[in-house]
């Protein structure tokens, strides 16, 4: 996968972010997300790649724009096709509501590599590089953070475990605070809470909990890049969604995933914050303009970009997506 590219896709999830972050804290969720899907739709259009969507906003019939198998980027048929998933805006509510670890975020593997998950919820565990390994979704919680512990050379009591705030969750959250670890509860965006388990500075251990199956995609291919791991296992809730992952190529619908059967191969993953969180800050405008804050990422180098990007909207001016048609400038 081309290097540059990682340079490339920070302007579709910038675009994305700077959208959202226009309707922050307007308690208007969808709004906000049809901002991002236009943005980051219009800003694909000029990205040198020749992409399908394999994790986006739905099927062709429900999702006018990033349905499953659109074709996106300005394409020579020459160039090899890529794998995307995206999520223009992970965390609605927390944009609506201007709470913090609101993202817009992407992931692009070579054909194949990513796991083409329904939208359904998976159960998932994450862990960071030193507890690499050691988890096992078979096992119960009180094992999996008496596992880390052990490998990060610590007490469990010095863990903290982030989980989604759910009523589904309540036994689990017995369970972690009866072992002695620390709980930080979130009101929402699971794909932010696996990435924190990797910074050391998140203070974030290990992620526990039900959420959803795209995000867990997008949350995969963040942590191959930065050697976190990761273990998963779909929830269908009935005969259709169980027939959806069918369809969709998973034979054993209950199947333990691992990390690589989440996404292979040479992944890169990008991600620009809406608003601020525990990895990136959220987008703030300024006069003329607004500062955007992203991090770009690959497997196969490792490397971890932070980038801060100045949007100057008197050079370039910012045009909300319905003006942009408006203009004819796509
Ligand atoms: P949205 O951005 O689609 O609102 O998803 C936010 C999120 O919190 C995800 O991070 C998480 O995986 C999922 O929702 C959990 O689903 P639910 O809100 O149904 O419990």
New binding site residues.
């Given amino acids: 996968m081309d290097r540059n590219l990682a340079l490339e896709v920070i302007r579709v999830t910038e675009a994305a972010a700077l959208a959202a972050a226009r309707l922050m804290g307007r308690g208007e ?1 969808d709004m906000a ?1 049809q901002a991002a899907v236009t943005a980051m739709r219009q800003a694909f259009e000029s990205i040198k790649i020749c992409g399908r969507i394999v994790i986006g906003e739905g099927e062709r019939d429900k999702a006018p724009m990033l349905y499953i198998g659109e074709e996106v980027g300005s394409h020579d048929q020459n160039d090899p096709w890529v794998d995307i998933a995206v ?1 223009p ?7 609506a509501y201007g709470r913090p670890g ?1 993202l817009a975020v992407i992931a692009i593997a070579n054909q194949g590599d990513l796991l083409h998950a329904p939208d359904i ?2 159960q ?1 565990i994450a862990v960071g590089p030193k507890a690499k390994g050691v988890i096992n979704v078979n096992r119960s919680p009180t094992e999996n953070l008496q596992a880390v512990a052990d490998a990060k050379g610590v007490y469990v009591e010095d863990l903290t475990a982030v989980i ?1 705030e ?1 009523d ?1 969750h309540k036994s689990l959250i017995d369970e972690v605070r009866k072992a002695g670890a620390r709980v930080q509860l ?8 696996a990435i924190s388990t990797c910074i050391e500075k998140s203070g974030i251990d290990i992620l526990f909990g ?7 995609v997008l949350a995969a291919a963040a942590l191959r890049c930065v050697g976190g791991d990761m273990q998963v296992r779909l929830v269908p809730e009935n005969a259709e969604e169980e027939e959806r992952c069918l369809k969709m190529g998973i034979k054993d619908v209950h199947k333990v995933l691992h990390l690589e059967d989440l996404a292979r191969g040479n992944v890169m993953f990008a991600a620009t914050g809406v608003t601020n969180g525990d990895i990136l800050k959220g987008v703030r405008f300024v006069k003329g303009g607004a500062n955007t804050h992203s991090i770009v990422m690959r497997s196969s180098s490792g490397t971890i970009r932070f980038i801060n990007t100045e949007h100057h909207f008197d050079r370039k001016p910012y045009l909300s997506p319905q003006e942009s048609v408006a203009k004819k400038i796509v």
């Fill in positions: 969720k997300d999520d805006l992970e965390g609605t509510n927390l944009c609101a919820y998976m998932k989604l759910r589904r979130i009101s929402d965006g699971d794909v932010s809470a039900i959420g959803g199956a795209p995000e867990g």
